[in-house]
């Protein structure tokens, strides 16, 4: 089909005529979507002939699957891009690209019948970015932006941008682009799902979004920059501008919980990406679920660098040497082995540098030669003192040689086979898996005290300490991680399957060009040979990279996956143990970290991006920073403001793009009247915010009492994934936002922890709308400018 090239009527932008314009947009628009209903059709009857024709030799059983892979892929981001199909257009000054303006999207669509003329383009493409980036200021040939605003698929508005120098002083302090649509994207109700912000990304996110990927970039930026909305954006950027490099390796989202995670799963999908993989730090670990919880002193000893060390002795721990002499019952004869001998092959097996399972087998070897060694003379002497003395003859030497290598081997191999060697050999050197050290070393105070000395004190020794079968903690995995690493995992049949996979692939890539070049030679003689273009290993490749969606699947299952891409979102929170596994997944440092370093609450957090870079990237890693909070209104940041003042006067809160004329309020009450309270005040707040959504934030210790009276107010439900009233701690609250916010005990929140005051601004600054503070003890200095509600 073909779709008719804009209408002149939607040049248009005088007032009188927005009738006029939004019809002719409409026109377009609808085209675009009878586009796009054409290509889904196209592609679901293609994946439906491709279903149907089951059967046939395996490799037309593979070609059928990499093409189910293709078009169920296509399917999905056709099927994904329905909402705001087309959101912007951009037309140009004359001379300037031709007069034709172009359209932008969510994805590129193009009309066949007209030698590909770009009918929608991808907003990722690098002829959509001025539709980001010019300002009157700097045009870059643009004569008028127009945000497109659509319901399903009507149009409902147009907002125009004339980008003319005249029109340049005009312009925000902020340097907006599309103000009006951006406004009215901010002010809409919040759901409890973070939306995608590909119509209005400003000019900072862009840069971002579209920087180099290559090292280490660190984008730093105050509550509400947009620092999840850029991380996200730049994902998708990246999967469609590296898209064969990174469907291979995939792309590693990493975010502070699950809460988190579920909040923002929806943005990739709509941006018709969905081969990343979003995971916490407590996920990383295959086949382990860290849902125990453990005290922020715990978790942040764990965190620390030295950990390292003290796993490092707590492996050399286990590699012992008997104290004097090891007897060995061996079917009654009993072999010994004294603690020189262990000791020697103890050095023999640390020399070789390996991982304390793989060195594991050279002590082994070792002491079983011994061991061998001391049997087999047993046998010797026996024998020889069964046989009567005979006197030598000249030419004989009494060399002992009664028994050959094999016999040798044989006792050996008997020795190796036999229970009680085995549990001797086991007990001075086991094979451990990280889980069963990690118990081990946290549940046994002498281990643990052996293992740290020297690295903490008789106080963390006691906050590590706990008792058996207890629940895997989030900060127990990077130290699960370091232990595969010291102990070496056992990984052959891992090895063995990915080898078998791509001799697998490899063997269909050479049937593939087997079959091509067959028809080379029916086709056309003189062509040029398939094999000189193509070979089976990049065949192969191709192939691995068409079951792409797997691509993310496969990493989640496989501890030593490297990815292409690793994103980390709240990256403030991460522990020096948590980089370090991290870095294990990305060796080629292709990052992006995201973060506030004034927002950091866990004690293990960081609060300079250097100290936890530098031992990775040294100081080879850039900044940018993100200026405006698209979140929170201008009158609750200015209360926020005064505690970001308290932690550090150096410090400035990014600037607010919209301000509400509702100032926040607060109020006192007794610490025992909150939960008869709370339902009331969160009624009056839900009647404010119509329709949108609000969460109390309590300190840990009100949260179940609250919770519990607040179960199912506003109609939410205990299955909720997206409830209108939630209660949560700060920790839980990071990163998220809500229309309402009400702050509950701000004096408890700052006691609670060390970096209290980072918490509370934290608190204060999730909020889109309303802001309410609930005092229980004396008020906070800083909380002073809010007005008092009764
Ligand atoms: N360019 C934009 N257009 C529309 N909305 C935007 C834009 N940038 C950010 N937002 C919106 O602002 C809100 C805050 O964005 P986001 O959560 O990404 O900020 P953040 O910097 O990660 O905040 P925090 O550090 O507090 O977690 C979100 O609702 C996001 O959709």
Redesign the pocket.
Known sequence: MSVSPYDREADSTDKTDKSAVIAAEQRYVSQLYAKLDAERELVARRLDETLRNGGGPPQAQAEREAATATYSDRLAQLNSVEQGLCFGRLDFTEGHDGDSPIYIGRLGLFDESDDYRPLLVDWRAPVARPFYLATAASPDGVRRRRHLRTLTRRVVGVDDEILDIGSAGESDHLGLAGEAA?LS??ERR?TGE????V????AE?DRIIRADMNGVLVVQ????????????HRAAYLLYTYRRQLTTRGVLVVGPNSTFLRYIGQVLPSLGETGVLLTTIGELYPGLEATGAESPEAAEIKGRLTMVDVLTQAVRDRQTVPDDVLEIDVEGEVLTLDRRTCERAREKARRTLRPHNVARRVFVDTLLDALAAQSADRLESDVLDDVPDIPLAEDETDEGDLLDARDHAAIRQELAEDDAVRAALHALWPKLTPQELLSDLLTDAERLESATLGHLTDADRDALLRPPGSLWTPADVPLLDELAELLGEDDTEARERRARREREERAYAEGVLHVLEQDDEIIDEEMIRVRDVLDAELLAERQEARSALTAAQRAAQDRTWTFGHVIV??AQELSAMDWRTLMRRCPSRSMTI???VS?TGSRAGTSAWADVLSPYVGDRWRLRE?T?????PAEVMDLAAGVLAEIDPGLRAPTSVRDTGVPPWQRSLDRSAVVTEISSIVDAELAEVDGGTVAVVVPGGLEAAVAGELAGAGGTTAEDDNPRVSVLTVERA????FDSVVVVAPDEIVAESPRGLNDLY?AL??A?QRLGIVHTGAPIEALSGAQSAR
């Not at 930026?221 to 996200?232: C, D, F, N, Q, R």
């Not at 990071?734 to 936002?737: M, V």
Request: no cysteine.
């Open positions: 951006l994207a901010l919040r973070m939306s995608d912000i119509a209005t990304i400003q996110q930026g105050g509550p509400g920059t947009g620092k999840t909305a850029v991380a996200l979102d709240e995201v973060g506030d927002q993100l405006v909070n698209y979140r929170t990071k990163g998220l936002e934290v600054t999730r889109t």
